[in-house]
């Protein structure tokens, strides 16, 4: 199994649409996680670090489940300019500070 | 502050030729990485480093050097290059084990094409 799995998508929704999509993880162990955002040609940027209590700034909502482990974003009254490919980390858990990412999940939010 | 700064944006290289993709930030991050990112694929992540003098194999080093003899640089060598090395390639930075909850930050990427 990969240690980070993500459904590449696309999600098309309308614009002001509410959408979700989830990240599922090996690790067990991992406590904490990052979301990223990553626009067509460009470098991903951090949308979000989300822990055990979960994560939310403004439209964005992160949480964890540990017991599936997953991590689900959801993104609330989307706006043309959330189309992009949403990328997902789990925290390195030792010195090594490895950053594996899934795949990504590609957003379309059409007019 | 500039960030991480990756030269050049954009190269092409023949097959067999040798290039180095430099790497800089000016943000005294302990933490740098490297990825490659291919249509489809994600981000793969090639070489990574903690801290000067350190530096270790990540999920796809084949192929790849790399050494981190300061702080602030973490250049990628390609030894010989091959058509499969055409990619994207982001390089990365981190503050490091305090300040977990930062992230990486990006460069700008490098487009490189092996023909």
């Known amino acids: 199994r990969k240690e980070v799995e993500q459904d590449p998508g696309p999600f098309n929704v309308p614009e002001g649409a509410t959408v979700a999509f989830n990240c599922t993880y090996s690790n067990s162990a991992s406590q904490s996680f990052f979301w990223y955002r990553q626009d067509c040609r460009k470098e991903p940027k951090l949308l979000m670090s989300v822990y055990s209590s979960g994560n939310e700034d403004g439209r964005f909502t992160a949480q964890l489940n540990r017991a599936s482990q997953y991590i689900s974003l959801l993104i609330r009254d989307s706006k043309l300019s959330d189309s992009a490919t949403y990328l997902c980390?789990?925290?390195?858990?030792?010195?090594?500070?490895?950053?594996?990412f899934g795949s990504g999940t590609r957003l379309l939010v059409r007019p | 502050n500039a960030g991480v700064t990756q030269t050049p944006k954009f190269q092409v290289l023949k097959t067999g030729q040798s290039m180095t993709l430099q790497c800089a930030q000016d943000m005294n991050h302990e933490y740098m990485s490297w990825y490659r990112q291919d249509p489809g694929m994600g981000l793969r992540l090639i070489h990574y480093?903690?801290?000067?003098?350190?530096?270790d194999q990540g999920e796809v080093p084949n192929g790849y050097n790399v050494s981190r003899s300061t702080t602030e640089d973490f250049p990628l060598r390609l030894l010989s290059a091959a058509p499969s090395q055409t990619s994207v390639y982001f390089c990365?930075?981190?503050?490091?084990?305090?300040?977990?909850?930062?992230?990486?930050?990006f460069g700008s990427g490098t487009r490189l094409t092996v023909v």
């Open positions: 980390a789990p925290t390195p858990m030792d010195s090594s500070y490895k950053l594996i």
């Open positions: 990365a930075s981190s503050p490091g084990q305090g300040r977990l909850g930062d992230g990486y930050t």
């Open positions: 480093s903690v801290g000067a003098g350190i530096t």
